[in-house]
């Protein structure tokens, strides 16, 4: 089956986004509805050997991010993951803007994705930052967050391309949330294969007794301890 938009429409829709959004504001992430099959999850996974679809490999452990590589697609993206990064952003946009309000910041995110794009490019963001990531026995990847610019959507997702507890051990996405005048609070997530996770880019709405403040927010990866550990990363900005 080709995937078109219409296809990509029709399983976004499958989430509960009500319930999601309510978990983003409870824990900084939620899990959505399958995506990707078994079949087109292997497909895309086996792109990570066509360098000509990138345009820049990272080596995690040269840059001392962590251990294992990951590869930035060109524009040219491959028709899921186009078609799915524009079906979700639709639906995330409301999250965003309504964080921008508690945080009383702007919310600059017409509700085009194309319409963002270009006024990514036109502020120098002009280079595609979505990605493939993998990971081998004894991979990991070191708590950061995916800003690359001034212009910033503040949710992005993480597609699992494998099957956790058959085709790797380990491999747990991580949230680490700093918390004012207290310990950090972590969480640990095991990515179900073609489902998605969203999360947020940077901070979180937190209460507060003066209204609402902004939890920063950094994610990672735990050790791989066996197997092979592959997924398709969709941010909603372009990098500089």
Known sequence: MEFTGAEAGR??????????????????????????????CAGLAALYDEPELFRTTVDLARHRFGSGEYRYFTHD?????????????PRLLPVARDWAARLGRPAPWPDSLAEWLER??????????????????????????????ELVFPLQVVIALDAYGTDYSGGEFLMVEQRPRAQSRGTATALEQGHG??????????????????????????????GHRRTLGLVFHDAA
């Open 77 to 89: 993206l491959p028709a899921p993951v186009a078609a799915l990064r524009a079906a979700l952003y």
């Open 11 to 40: 399983r976004v829709a499958g989430t509960d986004w009500s319930a999601l959004a309510a978990g983003l504001d409870e824990h900084g992430s939620a899990p959505t509805g399958p995506l990707l099959t078994v079949r087109e």
């Open 197 to 226: 996770l969203v999360f947020t880019t940077r901070d979180r709405p937190v209460r507060s007794r003066r209204g609402w403040s902004a939890g920063a927010m950094r994610h990672g990866v735990s050790t791989v301890r066996s």
């Open 120 to 149: 990514c490019h036109a502020a120098g963001q002009d280079r595609s930052a979505q990605i493939l990531l993998r990971y081998g026995p004894g991979d990991w990847n070191a708590l950061h967050r995916d800003v690359f610019g």
